[in-house]
C-alpha cells in the first residue's frame, strides 16, 4: 500500500508558466515532507522542504505548500524554466521512524521552450 | 560539499552470479541507505544502517544483504542475482540527529541481470 502518491506520472508546461506537482499521502505520522529533482543518470538531489508544523515554505522560483487535513502537499515552480524538466519525487519522513524517507512514484515535469 | 560515490555507473551481470555494489560518503553520516528505483514505483527502500555494523531491513530486503564495516562504506549485496533485480540501484546518507532530515544521493548503478 502507498503511503505517498503522486498521481500523475507526467506533466508539461510552457516556459514561464507555473509547474504545479501534486502529492498526497495516508499516514498521520508523517512529519516532515521533502521535494526531490531527478535528472536521468544522475541520483536525486534536494530541492525543498516543509515540516508538518508549518503550510508552506520559499525558495527562490520553488514553493511547497502543506495541507494537513487533506493530507496533500504540492510543489510550485514559478517561472518554469526548461531546465527544470526532470522528475520530482516528493518524500516524508515519519515521525516514529529512525529518518527513513517513504516516496511517492515521481512525476516527469517537462518545460516546453 | 557533501559526495556519495558509487563503485559503477553501470554493471552488466549473469544470473545467478553474486553481486557487489558499494558506496562510499564523505560526510561524517551516522545513516546510510540503499533504495532501488523502478519505473512507476519510485524509490524504493532495501535496507538501511544508522551505525557501524548495524542494520535494519527495509521494505524490500528480500534478495539482498548489506555490510557496514565502516562508517563511510555501505555495501548491497546480491547473493543470486536474478533478473528481477534488474534496476536503478541509489546510495544515500544523512546525519541521524539534527533538524536536517535530507538524504544525500549518489549518481546510482544502473543494473542489467542477464
Known amino acids: 500500500d502507498q503511503q505517498v502518491k503522486q498521481n500523475s506520472p507526467s506533466l508539461s508546461v510552457q516556459e514561464g508558466r507555473i509547474s504545479i506537482l501534486n502529492c498526497d499521502y495516508t499516514?498521520?505520522?508523517?512529519?516532515?515532507f521533502l521535494w526531490y529533482k531527478k535528472y536521468p543518470a544522475e541520483g536525486p538531489t534536494f530541492l525543498i522542504s516543509?515540516?508538518?508544523?508549518?503550510d508552506k515554505n520559499e525558495d527562490g522560483r520553488f514553493t511547497v505548500f502543506l495541507n494537513k487535513s487533506a493530507k496533500h502537499l504540492s510543489l510550485h515552480i514559478v517561472p518554469s524554466q526548461p531546465g527544470d524538466s526532470a522528475v520530482y519525487f516528493c518524500?516524508?519522513?515519519?515521525?516514529?521512524?529512525?529518518?527513513?524517507?517513504?516516496f511517492g512514484s515521481g512525476t516527469q515535469l517537462t518545460v516546453l521552450p | 560539499d557533501v559526495k556519495v560515490t558509487q563503485s559503477s555507473r553501470y554493471l552488466v551481470k549473469r544470473t545467478g552470479e553474486k553481486v557487489f555494489l558499494e558506496c562510499v560518503q564523505d560526510?561524517?553520516?551516522?545513516?546510510m541507505f540503499w533504495y532501488r528505483q523502478d519505473p512507476g514505483l519510485g524509490l524504493r527502500l532495501i535496507y538501511f544502517?544508522?551505525?557501524?555494523?548495524?542494520?535494519e531491513k527495509g521494505d524490500i530486503p528480500e534478495g539482498y544483504s548489506v555490510s557496514r564495516e565502516k562508517k563511510e562504506r555501505f555495501s548491497l549485496i546480491l547473493e543470486s542475482a536474478s533478473t528481477n533485480q534488474t534496476s536503478m540501484y541509489l546510495c544515500?546518507?544523512?546525519?541521524?540527529?539534527?533538524?536536517?532530515?535530507?538524504?544525500?544521493f549518489g549518481p546510482g548503478t544502473r543494473l542489467t541481470v542477464t
Open positions: 560526510m561524517d553520516h551516522e545513516n
Open positions: 518524500a516524508a519522513k515519519s515521525s516514529g521512524s529512525a529518518r527513513q524517507l517513504t
Open positions: 516543509i515540516s508538518s508544523i508549518k
Open positions: 499516514n498521520s505520522m508523517f512529519d516532515y
Open positions: 544502517s544508522y551505525d557501524v555494523k548495524m542494520k
Open positions: 544515500a546518507s544523512s546525519f541521524r540527529q539534527g533538524y536536517s532530515y535530507e538524504q544525500y
